[in-house]
Each structure stands twice: as structure tokens, then as C-alpha cells.
């Protein structure tokens, strides 16, 4: 009677190994929700536009433009932004 439930055990955690080997190996492969930016250019990827906030504020940390001369430029992006991409609030675009 030993040996049957021994028997029996042993079947059931090769069923149960096996379905989780099973389940294991139909998953898709793990994609990247982005490419790594470090990667991009040695797998001929597309690279992102560049940012106009980033480069300006270099220049400011560089010392290539004043602070006035980046405050005026952040001045025009945010109204073209705002051109492009107005404010939504609850009660309207003017209130």
C-alpha cells in the first residue's frame, strides 16, 4: 500500500513539474517597452527628437547663454506650447 501511494506522489509532482515547464515555455519573449537609448544607435534605431528644453538648459549649465537669454527662450517654448497643446481644465479651455 506503500509503494502505490509512493508511486502515486511521484506521477503527481511529474504532472504538476511538467505543466509548469509546459507554462514556462509558451510565454512570448519579454519585449522592451522602449529600446535602451545607450543601444539605439548599434541597433540602427531611430534616434528621439532632440529636446529643446534639455539642450537650452546645457547651454545655461555650460555657460553658453545668460539667464535672461534662457528665460526668454523657455517663454517662447511654453507659448508654442500652449499654442499647440492648450490647457484643459473641468470648467473650460478659459476660465
Do not use: N
Not at 519573449?29 to 522602449?34: C, D, E, F, R, S
Amino acid at each position: 500500500m506503500g509503494a502505490v501511494l509512493v508511486l502515486f506522489a511521484v506521477i503527481l509532482l511529474m504532472k504538476v513539474v511538467g505543466l509548469i515547464a509546459l507554462s514556462w515555455l509558451d510565454r512570448p519573449a519579454a519585449t522592451l517597452p522602449h529600446p535602451d537609448p545607450c543601444l539605439g544607435p548599434l541597433m540602427d534605431l531611430p534616434l528621439p527628437p532632440p529636446d529643446p528644453e534639455r539642450s537650452l538648459l546645457k547651454s545655461l549649465a555650460a555657460g553658453r547663454i545668460t539667464q535672461a537669454d534662457y528665460r526668454a527662450a523657455m517663454a517662447t517654448l511654453a507659448a508654442r506650447e500652449a499654442g499647440t497643446h492648450p490647457l484643459q481644465t473641468p470648467a473650460g479651455p478659459d476660465s
